[in-house]
């Protein structure tokens, strides 16, 4: 998948960042062909969707024309993780492996780019986070972990209010039987296994069972770390804020973001948001340039406050 032609502009660079159960979760270095001088360039760290089920950092189809345009016109870096997927790990295994994943990027990412280019650094100060859908909610997640080294968070259509519909409610037409993860989860050979991409999207229909029959939480977790509006309500910051959302998004609906925005306003007025609202449906921006009208006023925002 690494061929496609959206990452013909850049060298590729895999590397491990943590091994769990002797399983190797992968972070992949995107540095632009175009540099080649040696120096610190900023970073743009990118969280793959997949309704935190399936997914890879890899997956072509996910990135989206504007992270490449965006990365090329400023030498940016990106770096994409992968990271622990539903129902084989849960929530808090995904919030572990942000930790250290993040850990990893501060500590060793240098290292890694070292070993790999001619003199070319990652910029420390200067990192954005961005991601679509689930990875929308990591880059929140991240965000507000890290919302000073954090510069900016670019967040596309996130799963981010996950104790409301579609994530608690019984659908009346579920798209995917409720004993469908209960019967791979007594079926696997090896219990302790842990799966961290997904790159077929073979395993979709996961997110589908546990949010059409109510049991999403129940798979997910409900520790107060992994809620968003709760760590905001508690006083948690973000630095400036991009969400982009589908007016006609019927898998994420746009009322989360419509109210994260609104939170953020009341608890935290002093945050900088940009909410750019838009016709469409989930994974509406894939094909946009970073010109689009329903991107550039959010992009410019947001990378101002990245680069300064």
Not at 45 to 61: A, M
Not at 125 to 140: D, I, P, Q, R
């Amino acid at each position: 998948m690494s061929s496609s032609p959206k990452f013909e502009p850049f060298n590729i660079i895999s590397a491990t960042y943590k091994t769990v159960s002797q399983h190797d979760i992968a972070a992949n270095v995107l540095v632009p062909k175009s540099i080649t001088s040696p120096g610190k360039y900023p970073v743009v760290i990118r969280f793959h969707g997949g309704g935190f089920t399936s997914g890879s950092s890899l997956f072509p189809d996910w990135f989206p024309k504007w992270q490449a345009e965006l990365a090329l016109k400023h030498n940016a870096i990106i770096v994409l993780p992968n990271y622990r997927l539903l129902p084989d790990s849960s929530g808090m295994d995904i919030m572990e492996d942000i930790d250290d994943f993040w850990g990893w990027v501060t500590s060793k990412l240098a290292d890694t780019l070292r070993d790999s280019t001619n003199g070319i650094e990652p910029d420390l100060s200067k990192m954005m986070t961005a991601g679509e859908s689930a990875g929308g909610y990591l880059s929140v997640q991240l965000a507000l972990n890290q919302p000073h080294a954090v510069k900016a968070c670019i967040s596309e259509f996130p799963c981010i209010d996950l104790k409301t519909a579609p994530y608690t409610e019984q659908r009346s037409d579920p798209r995917a039987p409720a004993s469908l993860v209960r019967e791979y989860l007594a079926n696997k050979e090896d219990q302790s296994s842990v799966v961290s991409s997904d790159i077929a999207i073979s395993r979709f229909l996961f997110a589908f069972s546990m949010m059409d029959n109510s049991q999403f939480l129940e798979f997910f977790g409900t520790d107060e770390k992994l809620f968003p509006f709760e760590r905001v309500s508690r006083g948690a910051k973000i630095p400036p804020l991009f969400i982009i959302h589908g007016l006609d998004d019927d898998i994420v609906p746009v009322d989360g973001s419509r109210d994260f925005t609104a939170l953020l306003q009341e608890k935290q007025p002093a945050t900088e948001v940009h909410l750019s609202l838009a016709p469409g449906g989930h994974g509406l921006h894939e094909s946009w340039s970073q010109d689009h009208d329903a991107m550039k006023g959010g992009l410019a925002f947001a990378t101002r406050a990245w680069l300064g």
